[in-house]
């Protein structure tokens, strides 16, 4: 799915389009992938819901974190409150992502870059 910005394009591959790419590159029907990608997501949640670190070399890790109380300003009225302590789902980047991440980030400054050249850049 593409969404559109005035700056610039932004591409989301929702679960359905990665349902396909992943039954097309492991060589699995659409229905078998999609019991897949359910099966992680849920072993992902209930590791995470009982506490425990999920790993998956090279991509990620999925984790809780505490977060502190805090107090910020009520949009309704203006006054003071404070917001509870509590958990959240943290996920900090593997090597092989963060390397993607690298790689995406040269790849459009050498376009802009070949653009600004070319005298097609803005």
Do not use: C
């Amino acid at each position: 799915m593409k969404t559109s910005s005035p700056d610039r394009e932004h591409i989301v591959v929702g679960k359905d389009e990665l349902i396909h790419q992943i039954a097309a590159k492991a060589g699995m029907n659409l229905k078998e992938t999609n019991k897949v990608i359910d099966a992680f997501t849920e072993v992902v949640r209930e590791g995470v819901a009982k506490g425990y670190e999920v790993r998956l070399m090279g991509f990620g890790t999925w984790n809780l974190r505490d977060v502190a109380p805090r107090r910020v300003k009520s949009i309704r009225g203006g006054d003071q409150i404070t917001i509870p302590a509590r958990k959240r789902v943290g996920f900090s980047v593997g090597a092989v992502l963060s390397q993607a991440a690298l790689d995406a980030s040269a790849g459009r400054s050498n376009k802009k870059a070949d653009a600004q050249r070319n005298g097609t850049g803005h």
